[in-house]
């Protein structure tokens, strides 16, 4: 009964994985960017490296 109730599990784990995945690829296809692999990356633009730095403690 255990490895019954598993294995239904993981079925209806991947079900809902691949159903998301496939509304992620519909919102993707219907965006006017990122049409191309990497498109969404804008090389003029340097990254903020202070910004990704996490503030210190006050003391």
Do not use: H
Not at 27 to 42: C, R
């Amino acid at each position: 009964g255990g490895v019954m109730v598993l294995l239904f599990w993981f079925w209806i784990s991947s079900v809902v994985l691949l159903t998301a995945a496939q509304i992620n690829k519909v919102i993707e296809e219907a965006s006017p960017l990122g049409k191309n692999y990497g498109q969404k990356n804008d090389p003029t633009i340097t990254p903020d490296f202070q910004a990704m730095e996490p503030e210190p403690a006050p003391r």
